[in-house]
């Protein structure tokens, strides 16, 4: 497991935004696909999006794509999630996870994934 730390949820209204910031150390964060995944209680933990170590491709689910985009700064280890129009079903816990292996390519399955932050809640009302 290495250090992943999840910040900026938080309570907000239906079509409000929201960005998500994922803080890595240089040496558990450059070379490696990362991505975003959520989860509510009951569930299992569904994919949001990920983008390639390089940053140059990205992917998303069908339920956020248009609204949410991913985004990475590697001069800063950290990556982004800017979300926008929040619906109430996109309350959950967010996390964010580091690829299995470095350079490996954009998993959409939690498997794909060897270390997970400890998440951060979001909370849409309506």
């Known amino acids: 497991q290495v250090p992943l730390v999840e910040s900026g949820g938080g309570l907000v209204q239906a079509g409000d935004s929201l960005r998500l910031s994922c803080a890595a150390s240089?040496?558990?964060?450059?070379?490696?696909?990362m991505g975003w995944f959520r989860q509510v209680p009951g569930k299992e933990r569904e994919f949001v999006a990920a983008i390639a170590w390089n940053g140059d491709s990205t992917n998303y689910s069908d339920s956020v794509k248009g609204r949410f985009t991913i985004s990475r700064d590697n001069a800063k280890n950290t990556m982004y999630l800017q979300m926008t129009s929040l619906k109430p079903e996109d309350t959950a816990v967010y996390y964010c996870a580091r690829g299995e292996f470095l350079s490996s390519k954009i998993s959409r399955l939690t498997s794909g994934y060897g270390s997970w932050g400890q998440g951060t809640q979001v909370t849409v009302s309506s």
């Open positions: 240089a040496r558990t964060f450059s070379g490696y696909t």
